[in-house]
């Protein structure tokens, strides 16, 4: 306790030995530390081994060699201290296979971590490994990425690693793993395609993957992998691979390779991979290698001394102080660059700052301009003035980045956190204008109808996620005394509604089979029984993935669905009169490229037949709904009768005359 105090004091006081007196806290203190190199961490070659730490903290600093993950002991190589509080460290030699962590002496504690810039790792990410990364890359690994040429073209599929290939009749061998995800030739029930071919039968540009990255909980143990389950928003080492994904979690090369020929195989299959990243919190606000190595400095703290706690997860990094901010860039840059990733996905995006977010933005985009950045702007509580943080209230101020679209969400299936309220999908009337401000990309559209975004690339419109329930189990609070063929219609419309709307589109793995998790609204440690894709029930309902395929394809066709401005949207989508629990919306004269000139969609959310009156002359056709599951009666003359439960949408190439009856 004596020392812990000890410790605690020269936090918040500065300890006159090593920072002159100036506090951890103290924008001083950055000034006087924060150091803009490019060279921290491990810089490896066969001739010798470069360690660069940063802890001005501390008043001693080594780095500790390990023969193996398990050894004891370890041999400490003291380090020198430079300016800016850099310690550095030059051992020559080939050092390939050693494992290493730094000490730190900290007042008269010591603490021993794994380097917060580490690219490999032992078991468990408990140590670093030294290794030369060129000899991860897979046999094939080339620069060549599936064309795309802007964020609103990105129709992104949200998958976590184990759950895509866990199920025992997924047809993949390496079930669970970066290998198995990357399969092909997998058959699943009825000869269905599985895992990888699934996906890419759909359509979509982006896969999603849930946390990839080296994290850190009593759930999952790498050395038996299997037995346990989460989702993985506990971060350890943030530039690593998750080692419970591998086939040899006891290799430092092997996950990085694997992770590698993952994308490499999804990049060859038309697909770009986005990483889901969580930059707001740590695993532990006290036991984290960050706290470990330069106490206090990287955790935002309460007045009285405890830990920001916004995130719900015990902590919130500091991310407006220079050396997290730099962290956050660096990693981002390093998962770009070293793994070619095409996007990212911030989780808890609101609690960190418009600075850092903006900078990655503009580093990114330096990179690839075709990169897709997105994250949850919630607006939620933390120790950062309101003004700086990066969530929807201040999305005029982060351009670029797309921002989950909450309120489509809700307004479609009903509230998040009211588990029995419905939404328009589950035909609660009240929520038709809500749906509006998702179809126009949560932009300023009118008076009465206008969200948080300046542009649509802000909004991701979405209507379920790897969190809360799916909206198979939503559905099943909210209508349950509907037969499930009702309820199947209902989840289609919903699906429509997020096709047909401006920004970024969003699907759940799943989504286009009814996944359920047997009502389970927070699934981040429940067993593979709840969470993995269940491929029979995709076997069973081949229809609902046709509908989606045929969505997917309608909305890559037609540019009218992915308006670039709102000038463009404003100018061209017109909604249209329609009773109650009906939304009807033109999208007119558009000149993108688009093969028809004019749309018009319906989604009627009644269980009745509504007639609806075309808007515009011309020669219409249809271009989804005929068929599928009985959207409409007929199209006769200027008017269009469209079943209960149902989205139609027709398209015009000629302005003589109407669709003939």
């Given at each position: 306790m004596a020392v812990q105090k000890e410790i605690d004091?020269?936090?918040?006081?500065g300890d006159p030995q090593t920072t002159g007196g100036l506090s951890v806290f103290a924008e001083e203190f950055d000034e006087a530390y924060a150091y803009g190199g490019d060279d921290l961490g491990l810089s490896y070659s066969p001739d010798g081994s470069e360690f660069v730490l940063w802890a001005p903290t501390a008043t001693e600093a080594l780095v500790m060699l390990y023969e193996a993950w398990d050894a004891a002991g370890g041999t400490g190589y003291p380090m020198t201290r430079g300016d800016r509080g850099v310690w550095r460290l030059a051992l020559p030699g080939d050092l390939a296979g050693k494992l290493y962590t730094y000490k730190v002496l900290i007042g008269s504690q010591w603490n021993e971590a794994v380097d917060p810039y580490a690219r490999a790792v032992s078991i468990n990410g408990d140590r670093g490994a030294v290794l030369d990364l060129a000899l991860t890359n897979p046999e094939r690994w080339t620069e060549d990425k599936p064309p795309f040429a802007h964020p609103l073209d990105a129709v992104i599929y949200e998958v976590h690693i184990r759950d895509l290939t866990i199920h025992p009749l997924s047809g993949v061998r390496h079930k669970g793993t970066y290998a198995g995800a990357c399969e092909t030739g997998t058959e699943g029930p009825e000869g269905i395609p599985t895992g990888l071919d699934h996906i890419a039968g759909l359509g979509v540009t982006h896969v999603q993957l849930l946390p990839v990255y080296d994290y850190a909980t009593e759930s999952v143990d790498e050395r038996s992998p299997l037995e346990r389950y989460n989702w993985g928003y506990d971060p350890k080492n943030y530039n690593v691979p998750e080692g419970s994904y591998s086939l040899n979690p006891y290799d430092p090369a092997a996950r990085i390779?694997?992770?590698?020929?993952?994308i490499q195989t999804y990049h060859d299959h038309g697909l770009r991979v986005i990483m889901d990243v969580v930059y707001n919190h740590v695993y532990d606000g006290y036991r984290a290698n960050l706290a470990k190595l330069v106490p206090g400095y990287y955790m935002r703290h309460k007045a009285d001394g405890s830990l920001s706690n916004g995130s719900g997860c015990g902590n919130d990094t500091a991310s407006e102080r220079r050396m997290m901010r730099k962290l956050i860039v660096d990693s981002v840059l390093y998962w770009a660059r070293e793994y070619r990733m095409d996007g990212f996905r911030f989780d808890l995006m609101g609690l960190l700052d418009l600075e850092t977010m903006n900078e990655v933005r503009t580093r990114l985009h330096e990179l690839d301009p075709s990169m897709v950045l997105l994250g949850e702007g919630w607006i939620m509580p933390t120790e950062l003035a309101s003004e700086r943080r990066a969530n929807q209230a201040n999305a005029s101020r982060l351009p670029g980045i797309g921002q989950f679209n909450d309120n489509l969400r809700d307004a479609l299936k009903g509230s998040t956190f009211a588990g029995k309220a419905p939404g328009f999908a589950g035909?609660?009337?009240?929520?038709?204008?809500?749906?509006?401000?998702?179809?126009?990309?949560?932009?300023a559209y009118n008076e009465?109808?206008?969200?948080?975004?300046?542009?649509?690339?802000?909004?991701?419109?979405?209507?379920?996620?790897?969190?809360?329930?799916?909206?198979w189990d939503k559905l099943a609070l909210t209508n349950?005394?509907?037969?499930e063929n009702r309820r199947k219609r209902r989840q289609l419309l919903a699906s429509a509604v997020v096709m047909t709307s401006q920004g970024m589109a969003f699907l759940h793995a799943g989504q286009e089979f009814f996944r359920t998790k047997d009502g389970d609204h927070n699934s981040y440690m429940a067993p593979d029984t709840v969470n993995r894709m269940d491929w029979s029930c995709c076997a069973r309902e081949q229809e609902a993935v046709h509908s989606m395929r045929q969505l997917i394809r309608l909305r890559k066709e037609h540019p009218a669905f992915r308006m670039r401005t709102a000038e463009e949207i404003r100018a061209s989508l017109v909604f249209e009169q329609s009773v109650d629990g009906c939304i009807a919306f033109t999208l007119r004269n558009h000149a993108n490229g688009d093969p028809c000139r004019d749309l018009f969609v319906v989604h009627n959310a009644n269980t009745h037949p509504v007639a609806v009156e075309i808007p515009l002359p011309g020669v219409w056709s249809v271009l989804f709904g005929l068929g599928d599951h009985g959207s409409f009666?007929?199209?006769?003359?200027?008017?269009?009768?469209?079943?209960?439960?149902?989205?139609?949408v027709l398209g015009v190439t000629s302005q003589v005359g109407f669709y003939p009856a």
């Open positions: 004091y020269a936090i918040e006081y390779r694997e992770l590698k020929t993952l035909g609660q009337p009240g929520f038709e204008q809500d749906v509006r401000r998702g179809i126009a990309g949560a932009i009465q109808t206008r969200g948080f975004a300046l542009e649509p690339v802000q909004s991701v419109a979405y209507v379920e996620a790897h969190d809360n329930h799916t909206l349950g005394h509907e037969d009666d007929r199209l006769t003359g200027g008017r269009l009768e469209v079943h209960g439960l149902s989205s139609v």
